[in-house]
């Protein structure tokens, strides 16, 4: 029956449905931990995770993408929920899925393809890093003042163990069978060994109340309530949430549509980004009113997915109903799995994350590239996804422009009539116009100059302004200057600048020769 379904479907169903359920297992403890970073509820968390997770894999735009409650999008929020309170942080998702959907509308999602590989290797390297010290929280416990210290004796050993204990199922399960996902396999088989041997390593319950300070917390809830966010309906609302929206939105997209392109390299397919704007937008304004945080693609719960071989929707989909089942009646079973399992689980997405390939590239690309990955990755650590990205983004520009700059070169050679011919190579843009105009020497020149672009490019309107002042500067010496086998796209510039500049384009029927000269 799966096999005919999956037929069907083009996926496997068994892989997405098994995959699906590892990805939930993960899902808890980030989820209750964003809701910390966030300063909200865990529930508020785990309500998210379920909304954007089911949301965004019914209506976005890349099948097997996880989505829900992260880091990058918390630490935006914690702000607005310290000073106005969680009613204000829901009325700013319901803001953000707004921004998100008109995004998508405005096929915004694009421009996502003109990120740079070097700006794209920094943040899968930055998010791995920021993955691993995540789970170094883990490590710690309360002591008997309700003081968080780190792990020591017993409790370190076992905990340890039982984390080298799922890397290597999570690693040679494959090698002997693929019936069941590794991930689930080794959550299974570590949660077991703790439970019925009684080893001494915390759980996740442990985990909710040593963050929550509350010993009775439980991740035990109902189904999410619809609900208008509690703010005055006003400007001075407006005000408050407008900038904290944007931010959200952009972040979340960001985030998003990388993971999505790194999807795409992974399994060879191509996603849509502006559908996933969309999708990422409904699912957010949909948090907003049923007490969800909100939230953005997961790379680390995707990679699990991925790895476990969920392709389709359905993965998406089987992650949030599970997540939100363990939420309604699961919750007893959940809270026992040891945080080792997860830990374990964790690592392996971080290792499986890093592109270690970046390493090998030091010696082998431009210093430049290596820096932008540097520079990406240690911004997305110490700072935040989006910045990291739009910096990583300007500096790949202005590299490209300084390389551009020093590209342009112009030979020259007296004719037989005394005539004198530059032969200009290269882009001539807002960068190289510095280089372009010292080539040329209007006081000794011959009257007659004819500059030709056969192998030359004018890139933009500082390019054409170049044009118009070395003209000038030519006929204030009484010399004539004539531009040869201009462009289309250059001579199309000119058309649009018109009175902007005051060189007029003739085309020669016999030389393809555009004329410029002044008035």
């Known amino acids: 029956m799966f096999n005919l379904i999956s037929k069907r479907m083009g996926y496997s169903v068994k892989n997405d449905v098994l995959s699906g359920l590892t990805v939930a297992l993960a899902l808890v403890p980030e989820a209750v931990a964003f809701a910390f970073v966030a300063g909200v509820d865990p529930m508020v968390g785990l309500y998210a995770a379920f909304m954007v997770g089911l949301i965004t894999s019914i209506f976005g735009g ?12 918390a630490v935006v929020m914690v702000a607005l929920v310290a000073s106005h309170g969680v009613e204000y942080l829901f009325a700013a998702v319901v803001l953000t899925g707004v921004i998100q959907i008109m995004a998508g509308l405005f096929k915004l999602g694009m421009f996502i393809r003109m990120v740079p590989h070097p700006v794209m290797l920094g943040f ?13 929280g883990q490590f710690k416990v309360l002591d008997a003042n309700g003081i968080q210290q780190w792990m020591t004796g017993p409790t370190l050993y076992w905990m340890l163990g039982m984390v080298a204990l799922t890397m290597f199922i999570i690693h040679f399960l494959p090698k002997l069978t ?5 991930s689930l396999a080794a959550i299974l088989i570590v949660t ?19 963050n929550s ?20 309906f006003n400007l001075e609302t407006l005000k408050i949430i407008l900038p904290y929206s944007l931010i959200l939105a952009a972040v979340g997209l960001i985030e998003s549509l990388l993971t999505l392109t790194l999807i795409d390299d992974i399994t060879e397919t191509r996603g849509q980004g502006n559908r996933e704007c969309v999708g990422q937008g409904l699912a957010n304004f949909t948090n907003g009113f049923f007490g969800g945080m909100g939230g953005c693609a997961m790379i680390g719960q995707s990679m699990i997915n991925i790895k476990s071989g969920g392709r389709g929707r359905l993965s998406g989909i089987t992650a949030a109903i599970a997540l939100l089942l363990f939420i309604l009646v699961g919750s007893s079973w959940i809270e026992m799995v040891p945080l080792a399992a997860l830990v374990g689980l964790m690592f392996m997405v971080v290792l499986g994350t890093f592109e270690w390939a970046s390493l090998r590239m030091i010696n082998k690309v431009q210093k430049s590239e290596i820096f932008v990955i540097v520079l990406v990755s240690g911004i997305t650590v110490i700072a935040d996804l989006a910045i990291a990205v739009i910096i990583g983004v300007i500096v790949s520009a202005l590299v490209f422009a300084w390389k551009g700059a020093k590209r342009i070169f112009v030979e020259s050679h007296v004719e037989a009539d005394g005539s004198k011919i530059y032969h200009v190579k290269g882009p001539v843009f807002f960068g190289s116009i510095h280089n372009f105009n010292e080539q040329f020497n209007p006081k000794t020149d011959p009257e007659e ?9 004018v890139y933009d309107h500082s ?3 170049a044009l118009d002042g070395l003209a000038e500067r030519y006929m204030r010496n009484g010399k004539n200057l004539h531009y040869r ?5 250059c001579r199309q510039l000119l058309q649009k600048a018109g009175n902007l500049v005051e060189v007029n384009v003739i085309e020669d029927p016999d030389y393809h020769v555009a004329d410029s000269q002044l008035g």
Do not use: K, W
Not at 192 to 210: A, E, K, M, Q, T
Not at 219 to 231: E, Q
């Open 62 to 73: 890349r099948p097997g993408m996880i989505s829900g409650a992260t880091g990058a999008m």
């Open 192 to 210: 077991g060994l703790v439970i019925g041997f009684d080893i001494s390593v915390p759980n996740v319950i442990d985990y909710v109340r040593s």
């Open 485 to 489: 086998h201009l462009s289309p796209e």
């Open 178 to 182: 693929r019936v069941v996902p590794a």
């Open 449 to 457: 100059v004819i500059v030709d672009f056969a192998e030359a490019r």
């Open 463 to 465: 390019g054409i302004e």
């Open 213 to 232: 300070g509350n010993p009775d917390a439980t991740i035990a809830g109902s189904l999410p309530s619809f609900s208008i966010p509690s703010v005055p």
């Open 124 to 136: 899968v390297n930055g998010l791995a890093i920021v993955i691993f010290l995540a789970q170094l």
